[in-house]
Each structure stands twice: as C-alpha cells, then as structure tokens.
Nanobody, 123 residues
C-alpha cells in the first residue's frame, strides 16, 4: 500500500519558518516528480512547489524566494523549507507524487496524495 505522510506543520508567527517533511512508503518515487500543494479555507488546491526526478525545482510565484523544496531519494522523502512566512501562507499543505518525471502545476496529474498538514501563520 502506497502512503505519503506529511509532518512538520504548526502555528508560526509571520516572518517565521517551518519545515515540512513527506515520507513515502510502499514504493520508491526516485524516478517521479514530487510536489507540494496547499489549500486555504474556501479556496481550491494550488501548486506551491515541485521537484523533478533529477532535482530540478519549480515554484509558484507566490512562494518563490521563500520556499525551498528538496528530496532525498535514499530516504524516500521530500521536504519543504518555508521561510518569511506570511498570513496568506495559512493552508493545509499536501505532498503529492506524480507518474511523470517533471512536476506540473495541475493537481489532477498527481496520483498519490498525503493526508495534509496544517500550517497557520499568525499576523
């Protein structure tokens, strides 16, 4: 059974930092793109960051320069380092695995999802 499990969410003040982790089990994703999406209350799920099988990174304009995505294929994990957090970053953050090698911004193109972890940024 394939599982993606996120951890590291929490409450942080504006300007602070958090690191999210996603641990995959049941299969390896070293040849797959991985992504982080987020969903704020009352809004749709949006792409935040993605990483290709080779380590190339992609970011939404809203997080570029503040978030850093990384992967450790030996541990089958993906991380998201978030800095200079803003109240508008408040959302449930989801880890996702794609069947493709290059990440896309379209949630429907990812076929495995974690359960999500809440990130709340207070002003």
């Amino acid at each position: 059974q394939v599982q993606l499990v996120e951890s590291g969410g929490g409450l942080v003040q504006a300007g602070g930092s958090l690191r999210l982790s996603c641990a995959a089990s049941g299969r390896t994703f070293s040849n797959n793109a991985m992504g982080w999406f987020r969903q704020a209350p009352g809004k749709g799920r949006e792409f935040a960051a993605g990483i290709s099988w080779s380590g190339s990174t992609y970011y939404a304009d809203s997080v570029k320069g503040r978030f850093t995505i990384s992967r450790d294929n030996a541990k089958n994990t993906v991380g998201l380092q978030m800095s200079s957090l803003k109240p508008e970053d408040t959302a449930v953050y989801y880890c996702a695995a794609s069947p493709m090698a290059i990440p896309t911004m379209r949630a429907y193109e990812y076929n495995y999802w974690g359960q999500g972890t809440q990130v709340t940024v207070s002003s």
